[in-house]
Nanobody, 124 residues
């Protein structure tokens, strides 16, 4: 059974940091690209960051570039999203999602498996 489980969300003040984890089970993570998305109520899922399977190529959207870093530990079957210099507009539910091999933009329909999400709240 393919499963992704996110953790690490929480409440922080502006300028703070969080590290999200996405643990995969039921499949070998190193054959999949993993994307992080976020969603606020009433809006669609917004792509944030992605890491490809083979060469570890990464891509961050401009609004998080320089603040968020995606990485993977294939031995632990885990992908991380380190989020620094958090802003109130980063508040959302964050999801990880998997698709075979390479990142291919941030169309949610191109990702096959999804986690349940973890809430991130940035507020003073």
């Amino acid at each position: 059974q393919v499963q992704l489980v996110e953790s690490g969300g929480g409440s922080v003040q502006p300028g703070g940091s969080l590290r999200l984890s996405c643990v995969a089970s039921g499949f070998t993570l190193n054959s999949y690209a993993i994307g992080w998305f976020r969603q606020v109520p009433g809006e669609g899922r917004e792509g944030v960051s992605c890491i490809s399977s083979s060469n570890g190529w990464t891509h961050n959207v401009p609004v998080v570039k320089g603040r968020f870093t995606i990485s993977r530990d294939n031995q632990k079957n885990t992908v991380y999203l380190q989020m620094n210099s958090l802003k109130p507009e980063d508040t959302a539910v964050y999801f990880c999602a998997a698709r075979p091999n390479a990142c291919s933009g941030f169309d949610p329909g191109r990702y096959d498996s999804w986690g349940q999400g973890t809430q991130v709240t940035v507020s003073s």
